[in-house]
């Protein structure tokens, strides 16, 4: 069964870049067809997606945060990456990693990792 | 982008009740629409894709329809594990979007 595993700083102070990695278990985040994706939620708020890759590094990413997200993978450790810099208050939120392939929604999901933007 | 807007924000039900929820989309999506149940502090569960497909595991009380821009999930029989908030989200084409959320609350 495959699972995903969201880790990185609980707190990040403005300015600053935040940095989470997802590891994936249960299957190979270089099967063919997928791809491995972030969204986050605000507190209180609904779902955005960030970006996503897939396992040869082709990246894409949401318009409204391309100039400050960069998305990585890894496959020898069988784990995908994103950082956004330049974080304000506004970039805090439950950072949620999934799976996705052409055709398929975002399943399955992470639990979420909560990142607070706070000095 | 595409927009998506759900309606209505907030549904107060009963168990037992029939409810149904509704999701429109700015242009056509085709049938690439998804429906998720999100409880508090846990990420949201995939329930119906492909507009009306059910996700394996998903209770058959759940159904889901529509094409094009005009979509509903529908609840024949709330059972109290249903109360939470509900996610349509288009994937059609990038960056896919989600509607704001409903959220089923107990009358």
């Known amino acids: 069964q495959l699972q995903l595993q969201e880790s990185g700083p609980g707190l990040v102070k403005p300015s600053e870049t935040l940095s989470l990695t997802c590891t994936v278990s249960?299957?190979?985040?270089?099967?063919?067809?997928?791809?491995w994706v972030w969204i986050r939620q605000p507190p209180g708020k609904g779902l955005e997606w960030i970006a996503g890759?897939?396992?040869?590094?082709?990246?894409f990413y949401n318009p409204s945060l391309k100039s400050r997200v960069t998305i990585s993978v890894d496959t020898s450790k069988n784990h995908f990456s994103l950082k956004l810099n330049s974080v304000t208050a506004a970039d805090t939120a439950m950072y949620y990693c999934?799976?996705?392939?052409?055709?398929?929604?975002?399943?399955?999901w992470g639990q979420g990792t909560l990142v607070n933007v706070s000095s | 982008d595409i927009q998506m807007t759900q309606s209505p924000s907030t549904l107060s039900a009963s168990v037992g009740d029939r409810v149904t929820i509704t999701c429109r989309a700015s242009q056509t999506i085709s049938s690439w629409l998804a429906w998720y149940l999100q409880k508090p502090g846990k990420a949201p569960k995939l329930l119906i894709y492909?507009?009306?497909s059910l996700e394996s595991g998903v209770p058959s009380r759940f159904s889901g329809s529509g094409s094009g821009t005009e979509f509903t999930l529908t609840i024949s029989s709330l059972q109290p594990d249903d109360f939470a908030t509900y996610y349509c989200?288009?994937?059609?084409?990038?960056?896919?979007?989600f509607g704001q959320g409903t959220k089923l609350e107990i009358k």
């Open positions: 492909k507009a009306s």
């Open positions: 890759i897939y396992y040869t590094g082709s990246s």
């Open positions: 989200q288009q994937y059609n084409s990038y960056p896919y979007t």
């Open positions: 999934a799976r996705t392939k052409l055709g398929v929604p975002f399943d399955p």
């Open positions: 249960g299957g190979s985040i270089s099967s063919t067809g997928y791809y």
